[in-house]
T-cell receptor, first 111, second 114 residues
Framework: QKEVEQNSGPLSVPEGAIASLNCTYS??????FFWYRQYSGKSPELIMF????GDKEDGRFTAQLNKASQYVSLLIRDSQPSDSATYLC???????????FGTGTRLKVLA | DTGVSQDPRHKITKRGQNVTFRCDPI?????LYWYRQTLGQGPEFLTY????????KSRLLSDRFSAERPKGSFSTLEIQRTEQGDSAMYLC????????????FGQGTRLTVV
């Protein structure tokens, strides 16, 4: 079992729709969870981080964390073509300061 | 621009040659990470430093790879006797010492081994 798992996609949504991206992790003691966006050929850039169970909203983005089920999700409302990118989930497992990334989900927002 | 600088941005080398990459983190960031990313994959952890101490190294990292952060500022990653499988984007990230903080990534060094 991989430490952080994501569906590689592509996930295609029409412009203006809600995009839902999911991530599961294996280490139950993980404390910190991050969503990064990566455009082709570029380095990852942080969208959101979340530490506590529940929802965290920032503009069009909402991160959801469920530690009991060991998943974290990212919702993108009113999706725009400029949101088309790969979205990486990263987790900080317990007992270490390293960040483990999933393989990323490729999102395509169709105009 | 995140403030993390990597050099060079691109490197093409022949198989068997040694290469060295440099990362200059954000100045007040104590923790520095190296990751490797291949096409279609997420960044893969290689190693990290807190100040000048190398605290963790991936088991996937062969003996051909070595990293240093001599004065707790910039870091270098050296790959000896490069192989075609080393072709990847090498990413550096820095973080302040407090936990639960985002990693700021540099633009990466793209290595092509021919």
């Amino acid at each position: 079992q991989k430490e952080v798992e994501q569906n590689s996609g592509p996930l295609s949504v029409p412009e203006g729709a809600i995009a839902s991206l999911n991530c599961t992790y294996s280490d139950r003691g993980s404390q910190s969870f991050f969503w990064y966006r990566q455009y082709s050929g570029k380095s990852p850039e942080l969208i959101m981080f979340i530490y506590s169970n529940g929802d965290k909203e920032d503009g069009r983005f909402t991160a959801q964390l469920n530690k009991a089920s060991q998943y974290v999700s990212l919702l993108i409302r009113d999706s725009q073509p400029s949101d088309s990118a790969t979205y990486l989930c990263a987790v900080n497992p317990s007992g270490t300061y390293k960040y483990i990334f999933g393989t990323g989900t490729r999102l395509k927002v169709l105009a | 621009d995140t403030g993390v600088s990597q050099d060079p941005r691109h490197k093409i080398t022949k198989r068997g040659q040694n290469v060295t990459f440099r990362c200059d983190p954000i100045s007040e960031h104590n923790r520095l990470y190296w990751y490797r990313q291949t096409l279609g994959q997420g960044p893969e952890f290689l190693t990290y430093f807190q100040n000048e101490a190398q605290l963790e190294k991936s088991r996937l990292l062969s003996d051909r790879f070595s990293a240093e952060r001599p004065k707790g500022s910039f870091s270098t990653l050296e790959i000896q006797r490069t192989e075609q499988g080393d072709s990847a984007m090498y990413l550096c990230a820095s973080i302040p010492v407090s936990l639960n903080t985002e990693a700021f990534f540099g633009q990466g060094t793209r290595l092509t081994v021919v």
